[in-house]
């Protein structure tokens, strides 16, 4: 990798927290946990990483999960993350999680935030890295499910960021959610929505219209719809790109056939974002340098990382901060 794209600064807005469990990690907190994984060991757990489709990494995903069951957990799994991202020039993370699948191991949904929120406390401490949680809605769960989810995070509703959709997504979509969404708004929360990863761009029309998502994540079956293009780019609503997570779930046949430069010459906000990186191949910087091989200069990039403050959360403070930091990477590698 060429090192400067690791010093590039930039947010990460689509990471799943539990997507970074490295396997050795997985085996010591299994250890430590009494869990008994499937696997033999690291090395049987690193040959399953070959995945045919979205469920068939679910499937692996959800049976590692199984191992974090504290909040030192929940810190220890994210301060790793961080340590990484750290390196990778991320200086503001819009994380993910999943308390419906933790809850179905009996993990409580404050032992998650509480464990995560603490990493972010030391990370801001650490390495100055800002950001904040949005758990997700596992739409392929029931909806009673998700409406349970939001009672109990409401009380927790002033800590986090705001509520996400995520999960299999063929056959499962948006449209279902209104109301937890709806609901979701009430409580001050933002809202995201996977979408169009393997379902059709009609899932994130839905996404929009129907829940109010005012970021699309993947997104990148908007290519095959000219009119949510120019609505995407006409009002600036930013995708959350994973170009090695698309390639390693066989949405796109390889990176040559990714349809990245088609979403930037629509004039689409795109961001590049690492997924799920222990099962996927790289973290953020890598899918930066990965991308860069299909001919995207370091004006392009740096805009890239740009998108990526202007499509997160973060206060206008805040991003002003980092984009001063950007245009000092411009300047001296521009």
């Not at 990863?197 to 079956?221: C, F, K, N, S, T």
């Not at 010459?265 to 899918?287: C, L, Q």
Request: hydrophobic letters at 45%; one cysteine or more; a negative charge.
């Amino acid at each position: 990798m060429h090192p400067d794209l690791r010093s590039l600064p930039k947010a990460e807005l689509h990471l799943h927290i539990e997507g970074t469990l490295e396997p050795e990690l997985a085996f010591e907190l299994a250890g430590r946990n009494g869990v008994t994984l499937p696997f033999a060991d690291v090395d049987e757990l690193r040959r399953r990483y070959d995945f045919a489709d979205l469920q068939s990494f679910l499937d692996l995903y959800y049976a590692c999960m199984t191992v974090l069951r504290t909040e030192r957990d929940f810190t220890d799994l994210a301060l790793a993350y961080f340590a990484r991202a750290q390196a990778d020039g991320v200086r503001h993370v819009e994380m993910f999680c999943d308390p419906q699948v933790h809850a179905g191991n009996g993990v409580p949904v404050t032992t998650v935030i509480d464990g995560l929120l603490e990493a972010f406390a030391i990370a801001d401490e650490r390495w100055g890295i800002t950001g904040g949680l949005i758990p997700c809605v596992v739409r392929d769960q029931p909806v009673a499910s998700a409406d349970a989810l939001l009672d109990e995070l409401a009380p927790h509703a002033h800590r986090l960021i705001g509520i996400g959709l995520d999960s299999a997504e063929v056959g499962y979509p948006p449209s279902l959610f209104e109301r937890v969404f709806a609901r979701a708004g009430a409580l001050g929360l933002r809202r995201v929505a996977h979408a169009g990863e393997e379902g059709p761009a009609e899932y994130i029309w839905q996404a929009l219209r129907v829940l109010g998502a005012e970021r699309i994540d993947h997104g990148i079956r908007a290519v095959d719809d000219p009119d949510l293009l120019r609505h995407l780019a006409e009002h600036r609503i930013a995708l959350t790109l994973c170009p090695l997570s698309n390639v390693r779930l066989q949405a796109v046949t390889g990176l040559d056939a990714h349809p990245l430069r088609a979403l930037i010459d629509a004039g689409v906000v795109v961001t590049i974002n690492s997924d799920d990186p222990a099962y996927f191949g790289g973290y953020v910087a890598d899918n930066y340098a990965a991308i860069a091989e299909l001919g995207l200069g370091t004006a392009d990039l740096a805009q890239l990382a740009r998108n990526s403050i202007d499509a997160s959360f973060a206060s206008d403070e805040r991003a002003a901060g980092l984009h001063a930091l950007v245009d000092e990477w411009t300047a001296t590698h521009g």
